[in-house]
């Protein structure tokens, strides 16, 4: 069965002074000044209102139940629901509310749709199921049955009651009352994600602190609108975002003090106050403190309440208060992963490529270390990132099927903030986004979808204010389908073609090329990729600006670099397209380089097999620090160490939920890729491959009739039962835009 995973013992640089194999890993060196997140520190005191708002709401949201009435419901997206439609011919429709509603359900006919009170509360032992005209308001959403889709009606009125909490997480923004900074929530305001502080007037926290030389305060701050209103005869109502709150109203104070130790007399160092008009965004703040360098205080963020509140109820918040110490050192060094999504490792010119598609990574390979053969975890993009973050299987992560990474689990990104770094994701959406989880460990996490140029900029502005060390992770969805580069990288990589496939080719669009299968000429699948070079090339320079701007700023030569991708893409390689639907090398063989002056340097290549789930206790230990006791991967290195471990890509086929699975055990690779169609049975022999790696490097040559397959099938499954999941994740709720989205990516299938 699969061996017992050894700890790899080998040094983690390649250099002259590391390369030598059987050296002992770094020991974990004392942390230099870093950046200190006070909302992770226990405050010297915290006095804060319960919520700022009205009696009238307080009282109402103080019992355990309230009732959200009379909403009107506008902007529904019903869609259809096959898996509800096999009795009596009825069609399942699902439609997803602004609100998530928990708790006992509420039966409302359509006749009594305009009616607030229409309907009925079941009763303790009463079943809840849809019937035919009937809605289901439960923690799901809403759900009906209907004999035609197209009786909905345009407009809806409900009722239903949740939990008082459920209402103030939902309909507040940040919970209203925290005296404990350690339970700060997260906000999302536009396409960034922070964990905030709620400081309703007037507040104040306040925490005691040593500062450090050339130390600053750096922070956001604002204002977030209330989204409650009573209704007449009692009750709530959730209101939409654009009537939530006045434009009129006096400005909220901001305020930024320093109490020295054995003084009396309370400094404010920084003020600033906001208008209603200037709710829900993060404005910023940086906050000098090098007067108080060397001595011990009390920092304290206030709120003051406005002379006139007006109509409108706004809740102020601080976003992630950080007190930075000066720049980066060799001995915490910033650190910057880019992962490129869908970029197969033979499409760079470093990996083979003949075509001039990636200079800018190719330099970085001659500058640093490349690695020659890693494997993916999975083969589709949320088990695959989530793994690189975890370091763990996708089985024991969980995230096999849109679900959420729990709290339990320890990632990269949190590893580092514990150890002081400051910590932003610049992303492009559909899985990698705090929906999924992936925010965690975060000081923020920027969302701007398919839009390279936006997020490399963003990338690069966060390091630009850099006092403390620095973990940036970057993640572009640019040489995904569709194939739309902009027009330069087309006229100069796309060579004349007179065929039918269009512009641009969709991930949606490999359906359609598998039934075309065996009628494509060797045009068409030249045009396929090309325009696939063409994205690659397109990514390749936002790369090299993000890698030259990164180099031009302050403590540059300091930062580890590690570039690498989610998995690659097929182009009927072995009859399949896209990715997520086979293990073969096209979709699991990633790029894996790193770059760090003094550690991983010198144009080195490591032949030896690695896996992506390496990437995190690697940069853990190159900047000093101690990685989770649960983290499966290894330490990357020049030479192979001792370790005896199998490498696996395993994970669900993200179309049809379909077990697939890799396992790598030395030269020889053992593949079980399930049927693409719905209807067709998985049979282990017959949906089972092996190649010898070092010799079919193109897989082409299948050894699986010689092996002894009963042992290697029995390998697969004892892989799957001794990675069982570590995290109770819960499946994510899909609303109708993420549906389609992951529809247009191709994720989501007919």
Not at 54 to 77: F, N, Y
Not at 109 to 130: H, K
Not at 294 to 318: K, Q
């Amino acid at each position: 069965m699969i061996h017992e995973r050894l700890r790899v013992c080998t040094i983690l640089a390649c250099v002259a002074s590391w390369a030598c194999s059987g050296a002992q890993e770094p020991e974990p060196r004392p942390a230099a000044p870093a950046a200190r997140h006070l909302i992770d520190e226990e405050t010297e005191s915290a006095d804060v209102p319960n919520s700022g708002l009205p009696k009238e709401i307080e009282a109402a949201l103080g019992e355990e139940w309230v009732w959200i009435r009379g909403e009107r419901l506008e902007t529904l997206d019903w869609s259809l629901d096959r898996s509800a439609s096999a009795a009596g011919g009825e069609i399942g429709v699902r439609a997803t509310p602004r609100f998530e509603p928990v708790g006992p359900g509420r039966l409302v006919s359509w006749d009594g749709l305009d009616d607030p009170e229409a309907g009925r509360a079941l009763g303790a032992d009463e079943a809840i199921e849809p019937t035919l005209g009937e809605v289901r308001i439960d923690g799901e959403g809403i759900v009906s049955a209907l004999e035609d889709p197209r009786e909905l009606p345009a407009l809806a009125r409900v009722s239903y009651r949740a939990r008082s909490a459920e209402v103030r997480a939902h309909c507040l923004g940040p919970a209203p009352s925290v005296a404990d900074s350690s339970a700060a929530p997260s906000l999302t305001l536009g396409s960034q994600t922070r964990r905030v502080l709620p400081a309703a007037v007037p507040s104040r926290f306040s925490w005691r602190v040593e500062v450090p030389p050339g130390a600053q305060l750096r922070l956001g701050f604002g204002l977030r609108s209330n989204r409650l209103r009573l209704v007449e005869g009692g009750g709530l109502r959730l209101v939409d975002e654009g009537e939530s709150s006045s434009d009129s109203g006096g400005r909220v104070g901001f305020w930024v003090s320093v109490l020295p130790e054995g003084e009396d007399e309370r400094r404010v160092v920084w003020n600033e106050a906001l208008s209603p008009a200037e709710r829900d965004e993060f404005h910023e703040a940086r906050v000098p403190l090098e007067d108080w360098a060397g001595r011990r205080v009390e920092l304290s963020l206030a709120t003051t309440e406005p002379r006139d509140r007006g109509e409108g109820i706004l809740l102020p918040f601080w976003a992630e208060p950080v007190l930075d110490a000066p720049g980066p050192s060799a001995e915490r060094p910033n650190v910057v992963l880019i992962v490129v999504d869908t970029l197969r490792a033979d499409a760079l010119g470093c990996y083979g490529n003949p075509r001039n598609v990636s200079p800018n990574i190719d330099d970085l390979a001659r500058a640093g270390v490349r690695f020659a053969d890693p494997l993916s975890a999975a083969t589709w993009t949320l088990p695959s990132h989530t793994s690189i973050m975890t370091s763990l299987f996708p089985p024991q992560h969980g995230l096999l099927n849109r679900e959420r990474l729990p709290e339990t689990v320890e990632t990269l990104a949190e590893v580092m903030r514990a150890a002081g770094y400051q910590t932003a994701a610049v992303t492009e959406g559909i899985f990698v986004t705090p929906r999924f989880g992936l925010d965690q460990g975060f000081d923020s996490f920027e969302v701007n979808a398919w839009r390279i140029e936006r997020t490399a900029a963003l990338a690069l502005d966060h390091l630009s204010d850099v006092r403390g060390p620095t973990f940036l992770y970057w993640h572009t969805f640019q040489p995904h389908a569709p194939y739309d580069s902009v027009e330069r990288f087309r006229d100069e990589f796309v060579r004349p073609y007179d065929g039918g496939l269009g512009l641009p080719v969709r991930n949606g669009d490999w359906t359609r090329l598998e039934e075309l299968q065996g009628e494509l000429t060797d045009e068409d699948m030249g045009y396929l990729r090309d325009l696939y070079d063409a994205e690659v090339a397109y990514t390749d320079e936002q790369v090299g600006r993000l890698l030259r701007g990164l180099r031009a700023k302050p403590g540059g030569e300091h930062t580890l670099v590690v570039v690498t991708s989610d998995h690659g893409e097929a182009f009927d390689e072995h009859g399949v397209w896209g990715h997520g639907t086979s293990t073969h090398r096209e979709q699991s063989q990633v790029p894996l380089i790193l770059w760090q002056p003094g550690r991983f340097e010198g144009g080195g290549v490591a032949e030896h097999p690695v896996h992506t789930l390496d990437i995190a206790p690697t940069i853990a230990a190159a900047v000093g620090l101690e990685r989770p006791a649960a983290w499966e991967g290894e330490l990357l290195s020049l030479t192979p160490g001792p370790s005896r471990r199998p490498l696996v890509c395993a994970y669900l086929s993200p179309r049809w939920q379909r077990r697939a699975t890799a396992l790598r055990s030395g030269p020889l690779k053992v593949m079980q890729n399930p049927p693409l169609e719905r209807e067709a049975p998985f049979d282990p022999h017959a949906d089972t491959v092996a190649h010898r790696v070092d010799e079919d490097p193109l897989e082409q040559h299948d050894l699986w009739e010689g092996l002894d397959r009963e042992r290697w099938l029995g390998e697969i499954e004892a892989f799957w039962e001794e990675h069982p999941s570590l995290t109770g994740a819960e499946r994510t709720r899909i609303d109708a835009v993420l549906e389609q989205e992951l529809r247009d990516a191709g994720y989501v299938g007919d």
